[in-house]
């Protein structure tokens, strides 16, 4: 090929390189919150968070990861055991100990894994709508933020 196609191969070229950068919307900063929405009441798993899981199917529950329901899919197909703040603790067998960090409910997977755009896979509970409420999802948030207690 001759400098004078090359050159002007090259000049064409130039005009059809755009430095594009797609529109994906603002930054979802923010959109977790990590801090207790109310540092003066007390959130307690058995009290408040336990009875979240083990709601039968059909009640935005998390009867599936729960082994006394009698259909622990949940269970089988994850490892993610609900059934007690110990088997919780262990996470499943993709999470491990990621499931739940003490103090940090945005770092958390199970919180991701209810909030409506888990970063993988499907929103929990898997056979919803319905999902937990925002109020019932705020009281596992507040939870972790107060360090996740066995209380």
Request: negative net charge; proline residues 10%; contains cysteine.
């Amino acid at each position: 090929m001759s400098r004078i196609r090359l050159s002007l191969l090259a000049v064409v070229l130039a005009g059809c390189v755009v430095d594009y950068v797609p529109d994906v919307g603002p930054p979802l900063t923010g959109a977790c919150d990590p801090a207790d929405s109310d540092p003066a009441v007390d959130v307690s798993f058995a009290r408040d968070i336990r009875p979240l899981f083990d709601r039968a199917r059909g009640m935005a529950g998390c009867s599936c990861h729960t082994p006394s329901n009698g259909l622990p899919s949940g269970i089988e197909q994850s490892g993610l055991d609900l059934g007690s703040i110990h088997a919780l603790r262990q996470g499943g067998r993709n999470s491990g100990s990621a499931i739940v960090i003490p103090g940090d409910p945005c770092a958390s997977i199970l919180v991701q894994k209810l909030e409506s755009t888990p970063p993988y896979g499907a929103r929990m509970p898997l056979d919803g709508p319905p999902y937990l409420a925002d109020a019932e999802l705020q009281l596992i948030r507040d939870w972790i933020a107060e360090g996740a207690e066995e209380n």
